[in-house]
């Protein structure tokens, strides 16, 4: 087992200010590639990446790490600094929220001073730690914050000419608030006139863009380093093509530039350099040996590793593959579900071992917009991804063997052909969901052939990621027109004589024709989610011979009337899992997971209340293997261990916890997994008292640890006995209480 860190024991007893949002059943998939800041705690590096932060100690080569998912508050970092006599370390966000972290627990700070009439950007550009103080900068300056009261003191708006200008970095020394601007070099003395910009002096004229301070002062613009007590200061005499960072220490000026991080004593004298060979946005200089942070690969040492905890290779992400023990992570996006947006990503792999980040990717001659990407199950070396762009030679459907290219399946017309999203249906046959001119339809794969065949099907602009069950392709279109295609393809894609399909619209009693996702269940319901509501259709395949088939709302009882389920809510996503629960996700309303008929909600995950990035969650998907439901957003993904795995009319492995379930230390439900499809369940004490029973649905079930009149148990041993549906299997489990 791996020690903690000293400063991560907050982990085990948070003390939150905000809800608690971290739990053992949360992960993140976040990526620790790009490093904005290194500081160190006797002998540990502790760096602040975009998602999260993670410690390093070079002796031992351990690797922890810290997040939404145990602890943090936000994602999207922005500053960070750490003092190591206090063992207190500061966050900042592009929100401008801000999270104190101290060895007793996590603080979340949202209060950030903001001047009357600034509507400028809230991101905190820096933060400089001096003992009990901290400096942040902030677009409309600085502030002074408290960190043993957690609280804001005085703040200095710089107000230039009527504008606001933006603090690019601040440090504290000898009472001092020292400033860089575009304007010049600020300082001011922490007096009742700090808050007074026209009281700040002018220490040097210029337009700099770091500054640190310890033993000395230092400060830069973009390719000269100026360093001195705090009055008078000298240039170290070399020039850089770009400064990214500066940071002063009790011995050394560590100096990070484009691609190389040198380090100077306090006379400006050089000590040595790294070449990275990659661009770096810090350095730091510990131990005799220099590291830098690099944008892409983590911390690099000396001797060239690359440390980071496992992860992708960027935190932008759209949908999700999932195939054994292998993730595919596409990253692309469309505004109005039409206009590419270029981010030049392409898609980053899990192989089950290690995370892979093609290096086709990095040379791709062109643009990408890789809105989907998708492991041949009968091939997992292979794998296919659509490249929705409007440059022609550049959009349309490759092939990639062992993360290398081997083939591009182009469509001509930039403008009028789209691909969009991929899928296997159970035979091993892939489909990919395509727009046309003024038709929607799909592209089947024929492997003896390594070719790609058209089928333009009905009236129709724009198109989602499709999915195939029992020989009906289920294709949404998302555009003003739309609807949800049912396509019959009767198991022979590539015989369509015999071929039969159905689009259903508003007439079918959806809310909109904007049909932005769809699911089927296993009861033969199709669930389908719209810009405007949710609607269930029964036993789709019958009705696609039907005149006019009608769609049926979900109603709910809320506050003693009935209400439709997500009214006037475009559902992004929905994921049906083992059990025939419903993962339902709501554009800014984040996830909603719901029973087989969606009339009970079970929990709603939101970034208030859970590790989710944002409340918009473009994918979700389910491992019935391990019982894991991941949630991608644009700003990363997060995975929730839930409690139903691959459920049969059989019991799995059963599982109960906690177990024991001390109050002291947890007072929620028991939670049991591992059960048949339907579970018959009698809880009785050691006498054989019945004290509970429930027939249990869906592969999981919870007790409150209440007695049949609502009485919590005395403390004891307790034993469930289940069995199935038809009682041809049981089981049995233990259960220790201990009030």
Same mark, same amino acid.
């Given at each position: 087992?791996?020690?903690?860190?000293?400063?991560?024991?907050?982990?085990?007893?948070?003390?939150?200010?905000?809800?608690?949002?971290?739990?053992?059943?949360?992960?993140?998939?976040?990526?620790?590639?790009?490093?904005?800041?290194?500081?160190?705690?006797?002998?540990?590096?502790?760096?602040?990446?975009?998602?999260?932060?993670?410690?390093?100690?070079?002796?031992?080569?351990?690797?922890?790490?810290?997040?939404?998912?145990?602890?943090?508050?936000?994602?999207?970092?922005?500053?960070?600094?750490?003092?190591?006599?206090?063992?207190?370390?500061?966050?900042?966000?592009?929100?401008?929220?801000?999270?104190?972290?101290?060895?007793?627990?996590?603080?979340?700070?949202?209060?950030?001073?903001? &001047?009357?009439?600034?509507?400028?950007?809230?991101?905190?550009?820096?933060?400089?730690?001096?003992?009990?103080?901290?400096?942040?900068?902030?677009?409309?300056?600085?502030?002074?914050?408290?960190?043993?009261?957690?609280?804001?003191?005085?703040?200095?708006?710089?107000?230039?000419?009527?504008?606001?200008?933006?603090?690019?970095?601040?440090?504290?020394?000898?009472?001092?608030?020292?400033?860089?601007?575009?304007?010049?070099?600020?300082?001011?003395?922490?007096?009742?006139?700090?808050?007074?910009?026209?009281?700040?002096?002018?220490?040097?004229?210029?337009?700099?863009?770091?500054?640190?301070?310890?033993?000395?002062?230092?400060?830069?613009?973009?390719?000269?380093?100026?360093?001195?007590?705090?009055?008078?200061?000298? &240039?170290?005499?070399?020039?850089?093509?770009?400064?990214?960072?500066?940071?002063?220490?009790?011995?050394?000026?560590?100096?990070?530039?484009?691609?190389?991080?040198?380090?100077?004593?306090?006379?400006?004298?050089?000590?040595?350099?790294?070449?990275?060979?990659?661009?770096?946005?810090?350095?730091?200089?510990?131990?005799?040996?220099?590291?830098?942070?690099?944008?892409?690969?983590?911390?690099?040492?000396?001797?060239?590793?690359?440390?980071?905890?496992?992860?992708?290779?960027?935190?932008?992400?759209?949908?999700?593959?999932?195939?054994?023990?292998?993730?595919?992570?596409?990253?692309?996006?469309?505004?109005?579900?039409?206009?590419?947006?270029?981010?030049?990503?392409?898609?980053?792999?899990?192989?089950?071992?290690?995370?892979?980040?093609?290096?086709?990717?990095?040379?791709?001659?062109?643009?990408?917009?890789?809105?989907?990407?998708?492991?041949?199950?009968?091939?997992?070396?292979?794998?296919?991804?659509?490249?929705?762009?409007?440059?022609?030679?550049?959009?349309?459907?490759?092939?990639?063997?062992?993360?290398?290219?081997?083939?591009?399946?182009?469509?001509?017309?930039?403008?009028?052909?789209?691909?969009?999203?991929?899928?296997?249906?159970?035979?091993?046959?892939?489909?990919?969901?395509?727009?046309?001119?003024?038709?929607?339809?799909?592209?089947?794969?024929?492997?003896?052939?390594?070719?790609?065949?058209?089928?333009?099907?009905?009236?129709?602009?724009?198109?989602?990621?499709?999915?195939?069950?029992?020989?009906?392709?289920?294709?949404?279109?998302?555009?003003?027109?739309?609807?949800?295609?049912?396509?019959?393809?009767?198991?022979?894609?590539?015989?369509?004589?015999?071929?039969?399909?159905?689009?259903?619209?508003?007439?079918?009693?959806?809310?909109?024709?904007?049909?932005?996702?769809?699911?089927?269940?296993?009861?033969?319901?199709?669930?389908?989610?719209?810009?405007?509501?949710?609607?269930?259709?029964?036993?789709?395949?019958?009705?696609?011979?039907?005149?006019?088939?009608?769609?049926?709302?979900?109603?709910?009882?809320?506050?003693?009337?009935?209400?439709?389920?997500?009214?006037?809510?475009?559902?992004?996503?929905?994921?049906?899992?083992?059990?025939?629960?419903?993962?339902?996700?709501?554009?800014?309303?984040?996830?909603?997971?719901?029973?087989?008929?969606?009339?009970?909600?079970?929990?709603?995950?939101?970034?208030?209340?859970?590790?989710?990035?944002?409340?918009?969650?473009?994918?979700?998907?389910?491992?019935?293997?391990?019982?894991?439901?991941?949630?991608?957003?644009?700003?990363?993904?997060?995975?929730?261990?839930?409690?139903?795995?691959?459920?049969?009319?059989?019991?799995?492995?059963?599982?109960?916890?906690?177990?024991?379930?001390?109050?002291?230390?947890?007072?929620?439900?028991?939670?049991?997994?591992?059960?048949?499809?339907?579970?018959?369940?009698?809880?009785?004490?050691?006498?054989?008292?019945?004290?509970?029973?429930?027939?249990?649905?869906?592969?999981?079930?919870?007790?409150?640890? &209440?007695?049949?009149?609502?009485?919590?148990?005395?403390?004891?041993?307790?034993?469930?006995?289940?069995?199935?549906?038809?009682?041809?299997?049981?089981?049995?489990?233990?259960? &220790?209480?201990?009030?």
């Amino acid at each position: 087992m791996k020690k903690i860190l000293p400063l991560l024991l907050f982990v085990l007893s948070l003390n939150l200010v905000a809800q608690k949002i971290s739990s053992p059943k949360w992960t993140d998939l976040f990526s620790y590639n790009n490093v904005l800041s290194i500081r160190e705690d006797n002998g540990k590096l502790i760096a602040a990446a975009e998602n999260g932060i993670f410690f390093y100690t070079p002796a031992t080569g351990e690797i922890t790490k810290l997040s939404k998912a145990n602890g943090l508050h936000e994602v999207k970092i922005s500053a960070f600094d750490y003092n190591p006599e206090t063992k207190i370390g500061l966050v900042g966000y592009k929100n401008g929220a801000l999270d104190v972290i101290t060895p007793e627990g996590i603080t979340y700070v949202v209060d950030i001073p903001i &001047a009357t009439g600034y509507t400028g950007d809230k991101k905190i550009n820096h933060i400089s730690i001096a003992g009990n103080l901290a400096v942040i900068s902030v677009g409309y300056g600085v502030s002074i914050f408290r960190l043993d009261k957690k609280e804001f003191g005085d703040s200095a708006f710089f107000i230039l000419g009527g504008n606001y200008q933006a603090s690019k970095e601040a440090v504290i020394k000898d009472d001092f608030v020292y400033a860089v601007t575009s304007s010049g070099l600020k300082r001011h003395e922490m007096n009742v006139t700090f808050p007074i910009y026209n009281t700040w002096e002018t220490v040097a004229s210029g337009n700099f863009t770091q500054i640190s301070s310890g033993n000395l002062l230092a400060y830069s613009s973009a390719n000269q380093v100026f360093f001195g007590a705090g009055t008078g200061f000298s &240039a170290i005499p070399q020039n850089f093509s770009s400064i990214q960072d500066v940071v002063v220490t009790d011995q050394t000026m560590t100096v990070t530039d484009a691609s190389k991080v040198y380090v100077f004593n306090l006379a400006g004298n050089p000590v040595k350099s790294f070449e990275a060979t990659e661009s770096l946005n810090t350095g730091f200089y510990a131990g005799s040996m220099v590291f830098a942070g690099s944008r892409f690969s983590g911390l690099i040492s000396e001797a060239g590793d690359k440390i980071k905890p496992a992860g992708p290779y960027s935190n932008t992400s759209y949908k999700i593959n999932i195939h054994n023990d292998q993730l595919v992570i596409s990253t692309g996006g469309r505004s109005a579900f039409n206009t590419p947006i270029y981010n030049n990503l392409g898609y980053y792999h899990f192989n089950g071992t290690e995370w892979i980040y093609p290096e086709y990717f990095k040379t791709f001659p062109g643009v990408l917009n890789v809105l989907d990407a998708v492991i041949n199950p009968s091939k997992p070396n292979e794998v296919f991804f659509v490249n929705f762009t409007f440059v022609d030679g550049q959009k349309g459907i490759y092939k990639m063997q062992n993360n290398e290219f081997d083939s591009k399946y182009a469509t001509s017309d930039p403008y009028l052909k789209r691909v969009v999203g991929l899928t296997f249906d159970e035979n091993n046959q892939l489909f990919v969901s395509a727009s046309f001119n003024g038709t929607i339809g799909y592209y089947y794969y024929t492997p003896s052939t390594n070719s790609f065949t058209p089928v333009e099907v009905v009236t129709g602009q724009s198109v989602q990621k499709p999915f195939a069950n029992a020989g009906i392709l289920y294709i949404p279109s998302p555009y003003t027109g739309g609807g949800l295609l049912m396509y019959d393809y009767k198991n022979t894609p590539n015989t369509l004589s015999d071929d039969r399909f159905k689009i259903l619209k508003r007439i079918n009693n959806l809310p909109a024709d904007q049909v932005v996702s769809a699911a089927l269940d296993k009861n033969d319901n199709l669930w389908i989610g719209t810009q405007n509501g949710l609607r269930i259709l029964s036993n789709p395949s019958a009705s696609i011979d039907e005149e006019n088939p009608q769609s049926e709302p979900i109603i709910i009882e809320e506050n003693g009337t009935g209400e439709e389920l997500f009214r006037d809510s475009q559902i992004l996503q929905i994921e049906v899992d083992s059990g025939n629960q419903k993962w339902v996700s709501v554009d800014d309303g984040g996830v909603f997971y719901l029973s087989s008929n969606g009339e009970q909600t079970f929990n709603q995950f939101t970034r208030a209340n859970s590790p989710l990035p944002t409340n918009s969650v473009t994918d979700i998907k389910v491992d019935s293997k391990t019982g894991k439901v991941y949630f991608v957003t644009l700003d990363g993904i997060v995975v929730y261990q839930g409690d139903v795995l691959e459920v049969t009319e059989n019991f799995g492995e059963v599982l109960v916890y906690p177990n024991p379930v001390v109050y002291a230390q947890y007072k929620g439900n028991v939670r049991i997994r591992g059960l048949a499809a339907k579970t018959n369940i009698r809880i009785t004490d050691a006498a054989g008292n019945l004290v509970h029973q429930a027939v249990a649905r869906g592969g999981s079930y919870e007790w409150n640890l &209440a007695n049949h009149r609502g009485i919590r148990v005395a403390s004891g041993i307790y034993f469930v006995l289940m069995t199935n549906e038809d009682g041809t299997d049981t089981a049995t489990a233990k259960i &220790a209480v201990v009030n």
